[in-house]
């Protein structure tokens, strides 16, 4: 094992944000497990607050996964690597972000490349897995990513979220000269708008029904807005549509703007059953419909997107909250609808909101 000072004693432990049921979040001590010979072990810097956590925190559940013992929340952060494993990549003092979908590495999936894929495959901070609401954290070192100086370490929580555009937009296969459609002006929505700009698209038409987000979409690379609470989406022709929102009603209304041979992607997280689906409408233009899990080989596009300043990360970023105060992250995009994404920083006592 490689420490990052010789003969300083290693956390055995780390403080956490544990859920133990909907609305009961405590801070308190975990365990570490001991390091692997892959294995790094990170002193936590920034964690971004995602739609997933917000669901847990508030029901107990996101989607089809329910709480079923106390779990630490969290799944996008960043960090310094303190130490290593003796077969670890990286080296103690790295600046990193971290993946935090890890898939077996062996099953049929895995090595087809899909690793999101992987029907055994674990993700931080999806219960009953501890997430990243850490003070540190060990993780294995292929889910690691360094981070170049011109990103601060505390945006490098937000390539996790920016490697979930990355991947909706090559699974859209969004390219030069294409219309594109993005329903949902939340943090997914806007960063899918950059990189869709930054894969050659013309025109970018976000929809929401928050003029405040809609007004943020505009500065991050929307060509136009539209507020679907007041005005009627008459957009015809459209190449490709990324639905963000998670809303039937949204999808259902992009395929009806898309032109023959497009492709629609689901991209924010869908109900388990939608009734509605006009397939007859696909079949006959012979329209596409795909789906984006999280991601796949996403990161390093993403850390080049953010170091070569083509996605504003720091334009997303509305909001910063000690360890201490996590409760009030998970609850503060949905009480101030100005937020975009706020991050939790472990250890920092004095984060301002």
Known sequence: MTANTPGTALPTTARAAVLHAAEDLRIEELPLRPLGPDDVLIAVDAVGVCGSDMHYFASGRNGSNVL???????????????ATGDAATVA?????????????????????????????????????????????LVTPSRAVHPLPDTIPLELGALIEPL????????RAEVTFGDRVLIT?????????AQVARAAGAVEITVTDVNDARLAQARKLGATHTVNTAREKLELTDVDRLLE??????????GLHTLR?????????????????LPLAQLQRNEIDLSC???????????IALAAEGRV??????????????????????????????????????????
């Open 68 to 82: 079923r013992q106390p779990t630490a929340l969290g799944h996008e952060a960043s960090g310094t690597v303190l």
């Open 92 to 136: 103690p003092g790295t600046r990193v972000a971290v993946e935090p979908a890890i898939g077996c590495g062996t099953c049929a999936t895995c090595r087809s490349g899909r690793y999101n894929l992987c029907p055994t495959g674990t993700c931080f901070g999806s219960p009953p897995t501890h997430g990243t609401i850490s003070t540190h």
């Open 163 to 170: 490697a979930v555009a990355v991947h909706a937009v090559r």
């Open 184 to 192: 949902g002006a939340g943090p997914i929505g806007i960063l899918c």
């Open 244 to 253: 963000c929102s998670a809303h039937p009603a949204a999808l259902w209304q």
């Open 260 to 276: 023959p041979g497009a492709r629609a992607t689901v991209v924010g997280q869908a109900a388990p059953t939608v009734d509605g």
């Open 292 to 302: 984006a899990f999280r991601y796949a080989h996403a990161f390093p596009a993403a």
């Open 312 to 353: 504003d990360l720091a334009a997303v970023l509305t909001g910063r909250f000690p360890l201490d105060r996590a409760a009030d992250a998970l609850r503060a995009p949905a009480t101030d609808p100005t937020h975009l994404k706020v991050v939790i920083r472990p250890g920092d006592t004095a984060a301002a909101h």
